[in-house]
């Protein structure tokens, strides 16, 4: 059979194309649904219509340059589809989704969506299935009907085409946009400073409450790289290595805090467990329990060292705070909510686990969830640990919820110490207590709560309750296992961060803890109480009672390396030398050794401050120069051969899987 087709422009006239019609279609369509993209991107994030439209009216300059980004994208795009419906349901789609997760982000844990989140995998999928309430499902149709809607009019736009080389120049143009604005080459900078754009690193939700969701999430592109400080040099740092070799002979023949005949000529076991969300529940406000959930954090409260530490969480993020503890390095100096475990250790970088290994202890880290989760597997071997039990290797481990129970994990640290000649050092994590919160997961609660709070906020915290008892209950026995050993053995209990106790903050704000759940509205004295969590620690030979009335997690290692008057190596003996003189070091939090607070670090620490962060930034990203003038086999000491090899693939009992075969299914644990 013979088709005579003829070319497109041979048509009869009536039969052609408005072709002026449907260039202007084409333009309306690329202008139009960028500015209907973002309004509809901060309706979804803000939640009501009267703050979104006061925000665009008060804001139009940069309303302007979030709809000029969204419409780089539709362009580029586009220029790579060649269909305009299609092009714009992807970039209604790809737009919507950042503007959910960073919904979802916000009500769970206080912190948009940032770039580097995407490299999160599979931790960053789970969100999904912790979106329960009204508001969340009805965004999600909301964004599935617009993404629908815009596809739609692939039948009744008018076809209109590009030519080849037009395309390529669009995308190019489109692409180079992009870069330059999340790179912020000059001229880019100078259009942001033109139009008055302020990047608030520091804080990132009023970040991008303040720019809106498409401008501040491209201008942290940039932010994945840690820029160079302005004073770091090989100058600098030996001018530190300098200050502390001084420092260190000052401090020499100190008397010992910890008494040698007690240890028997024994090295003790050090054993850190940064337990899951935990805190301590008794000290909302205005409720009451009707037993106490935590009496063993009490009692080693009043009998031993203890105090808080300042975290630079809250209600998930647990890798920065392993960070800031291992490493000695503070969160503080890089870019706000970014994960150093996905983004920054790519190589050997010296911590309290490398440090032990060097004085002749079998370093090990225990974690009773799966080893993937943050990148642990690839990190602890940078960081120098000889071995990482993950849930992988627990056999037949006893549940309790949804995840390996604390008791399950105090019968691993036992048993591996019990079996280990070497003395040990252990971090271990723990997973039961994590959130949600919001269904009784331990079926009838123990502790029952009386306050003001409404029956969901009730459930809430008597679930978190049980939980917190159930942490404080495998402290105990590990306590009464080792009480009875003639082991040395030195254990350090701290939370990771403060739970998510439903979503903005509700139970904090129902019990009177803080008076709004505006994070950004809080006072100082708020943010201390967001981030302060209970550390205690015990050991059964004789060490003096200490107070620490608050303490930042990157200070941790070295105030436990002086207790156990162990030589510190370089940074961590700078990092005691700071503590001195501002234990509590957060982004937006200053606490001085007067216990005063500030927003920034006051004038007569800044230099010090500033040495920090300095050997934080040569340690990390920059030349190692601090390992030329001290530390050096500590400080480029690499990872080691056998790292795991007691777990490896054919050292894994047949029965290691991680859960047991009568365990409920495991709900996911993006908000860690």
Request: proline share 5%; hydrophobic share 40%; aromatic share 10%.
């Amino acid at each position: 059979m013979h088709l005579n087709l003829k070319p497109r422009n041979h048509l009869p006239k009536k039969m052609r194309p408005n072709r002026l019609g449907a260039t202007i279609s084409l333009l309306l369509f690329m202008i139009c649904l960028p500015i209907l993209s973002v309004a509809g991107m901060e309706l979804l994030e803000r939640g009501t219509l009267h703050e979104t439209v006061q925000w665009i009216t008060s804001n139009r300059s940069l309303f302007l340059l979030n709809v000029a980004i969204s419409f780089c994208l539709l362009a580029f795009i586009y220029a790579v589809v060649g269909s305009l419906a299609i092009s714009g349901s992807i970039a209604t789609l790809l737009l919507g989704l950042m503007a959910l997760i960073s919904y979802m982000k916000v009500k769970m844990i206080g912190e948009p969506f940032f770039p580097w989140d995407i490299l999160l995998n599979k931790e960053s999928m789970d969100i999904a299935s912790l979106v329960t309430g009204k508001a969340a499902l009805l965004r999600i149709g909301i964004v599935v009907i617009a993404v629908i809607l815009v596809f739609l009019l692939k039948w009744v736009l008018p076809r209109v085409s590009l030519s080849i080389i037009s395309r390529i120049g669009l995308g190019l143009f489109s692409l180079y946009a992009l870069y330059a604005f999340a790179i912020k080459t000059p001229l880019a900078g100078k259009i942001l400073d033109h139009i008055g754009v302020n990047e608030i690193v520091w804080n990132q939700k009023e970040n991008y409450a303040n720019n809106g969701l498409a401008l501040a999430f491209t201008l942290n592109v940039k932010n994945s790289i840690v820029q160079k400080p302005e004073t770091y040099s090989d100058q600098s740092i030996a001018a530190v290595a300098a200050n502390l070799q001084e420092v260190g002979m000052q401090k020499a023949g100190l008397k010992k805090s910890v008494d040698a005949d007690s240890l028997k000529g024994k090295k003790p076991n050090v054993i850190f467990i940064m337990s899951e969300a935990f805190w301590d529940p008794t000290l909302l406000t205005n409720v009451k329990f009707s037993e106490d959930p935590v009496p063993t954090l009490h009692r080693l409260q009043k009998e031993s060292t203890s105090g808080y530490l300042l975290s630079p969480q809250f209600g998930g993020g647990t890798s920065n705070v392993e960070f800031e503890v291992l490493t000695g390095n503070s969160m503080s100096f890089l870019p706000g909510g970014s994960i150093p475990y996905q983004q920054y250790i790519t190589k050997p970088v010296p911590s309290l686990a490398s440090y032990f290994a060097d004085q002749g202890y079998k370093s090990m880290g225990i974690h009773s969830y799966e080893g993937w989760f943050w990148n642990r597997n690839s990190v602890y071997k940078e960081l120098g640990f000889q071995s990482f039990k993950s849930s992988e290797h627990f056999v037949n481990p006893e549940m309790k919820g949804y995840f390996i129970s604390d008791a399950e994990v105090s019968r691993s640290i036992i048993d591996e110490v019990d079996k280990t000649e070497d003395p040990m050092f252990m971090y271990t994590v723990t997973m039961q207590n994590h959130g949600p919160y919001d269904e009784p997961r331990y079926g009838e609660n123990q502790f029952k709560a009386q306050g003001d709070l409404t029956p969901e906020a009730k459930t809430i915290l008597e679930t978190y309750a049980q939980g917190a008892h159930d942490a404080d209950q495998s402290l105990q026995m590990l306590i009464d296992h080792f009480q009875e050993s003639d082991e040395p053995t030195m254990i350090v209990f701290y939370g990771d961060h403060l739970p998510m106790l439903g979503l903005d903050y509700q139970v904090y704000k129902e019990a009177g803890f803080i008076q709004t759940s505006n994070a950004n509205n809080w006072s100082l004295e708020e943010v201390k109480k967001m981030h302060s969590i209970p550390l205690v620690t015990w050991s059964n030979f004789d060490m003096p009672k200490q107070d620490i009335p608050l303490l930042s997690d990157s200070f941790l290692g070295a105030h436990v390396l002086d207790m156990l008057h162990m030589e510190k190596p370089a940074n961590f003996k700078l990092n005691a030398e700071l503590a001195a003189q501002v234990p509590g070091l957060l982004s937006n939090l200053v606490v001085d050794a007067n216990q005063e607070l500030h927003a920034g670090v006051p004038e007569s620490v800044q230099a010090l401050r500033d040495d920090y962060r300095n050997v934080q930034y040569d340690l990390l990203f920059g030349k190692q120069y601090l390992a030329e003038h001290i530390d050096h086999e500590y400080l480029t000491k690499t990872s080691q051969d056998s790292y795991n090899a007691e777990f490896n693939e054919g050292n894994v009992p047949p029965q290691a899987a991680g859960v047991s075969n009568n365990s409920p299914p495991a709900k996911p644990v993006s908000a860690q």
